[in-house]
Antibody
Framework: EAQLVESGGGFVKPGGSLRLSCAASGFTFRRAWMSWVRQAPGKGLEWVGRIRSQSAGGTTDYAAPVKGRISISRDDSKNTLYLQMNSLKSEDTGVYYC???????????WGQGTLVRVSS | QSALTQPPSASGSPGQSVTISCTGTSSDVGGYNFVSWYQHHPGKAPKLMIFKVSQRPSGVSNRFSGSKSGNTASLTVSGLQADDEADYYCLSYAGSNNPVVFGGGTKLTVL
């Protein structure tokens, strides 16, 4: 059974940086396309970005609101996904989920999320 | 990147059926058969309920079904149960430049 466990959330001041991690198990991580999705307080789910498997080029795509401020990476030797967030804004506050793509454009597995709070 | 349109709320009594709509455009819902639905109980991990418009993952009850007509996808929950009370989100692929678009979410209440 797939398991995704996020960590690294916390309080940060506007303009600060944070790196989130997602430890994966129960599936072949190196073959997986992975994504980050967030949910602001009282709001819906919002896609943040994704990273392809190394065999698919290991390239990334980002949502417009975060492009230029975030970077998604992976360490297949550690079965771990990362989200580096810079120049954080108050509107980046929310729960951040990592998600594992299925064989098409859908998210087969999700973590329980880690909370990021950006406030002065 | 515009969110897909879902009704903010839906409700039904135990045993009844309820349908949640997800309206997009020909650039997302109408253009691809890559609509998926997720159940989200607050504080828990979202759960995949339907993928590729109408396919159900192993382990998901057959009380959940999906369909699509034109630019609108739908999730139907039949035989409502108390545990179905949750937020439901649709998602559609919208092309290589905008691969993931979520709906705004629908809060399903079981009366």
């Amino acid at each position: 059974e797939a398991q995704l466990v996020e960590s690294g959330g916390g309080f940060v001041k506007p303009g600060g940086s944070l790196r989130l991690s997602c430890a994966a198990s129960g599936f072949t991580f190196r073959r997986a396309w992975m994504s980050w999705v967030r949910q602001a307080p009282g709001k819906g789910l919002e896609w943040v970005g994704r990273i392809r498997s190394q065999s698919a080029g290991g390239t990334t795509d980002y949502a417009a609101p975060v492009k230029g401020r975030i970077s998604i990476s992976r360490d297949d030797s550690k079965n771990t996904l990362y989200l580096q967030m810079n120049s954080l804004k108050s509107e980046d506050t929310g729960v951040y989920y990592c998600a594992h793509y299925g064989d098409a454009e859908y998210f087969q597995d999700w973590g329980q999320g880690t909370l990021v709070r950006v406030s002065s | 990147q515009s969110a897909l349109t879902q009704p903010p709320s839906a409700s039904g009594s135990p045993g009844q059926s309820v349908t949640i709509s997800c309206t997009g455009t020909s650039s997302d819902v109408g253009g691809y058969n890559f609509v998926s639905w997720y159940q989200h109980h607050p504080g828990k991990a979202p759960k995949l309920m339907i993928f590729k418009v109408s396919q159900r993952p192993s382990g998901v009850s057959n009380r959940f079904s999906g369909s699509k007509s034109g630019n609108t996808a739908s999730l139907t929950v039949s035989g409502l149960q108390a545990d179905d009370e949750a937020d439901y989100y649709c998602l559609s692929y919208a092309g290589s430049n905008n691969p993931v678009v979520f709906g705004g979410g629908t809060k399903l209440t079981v009366l």
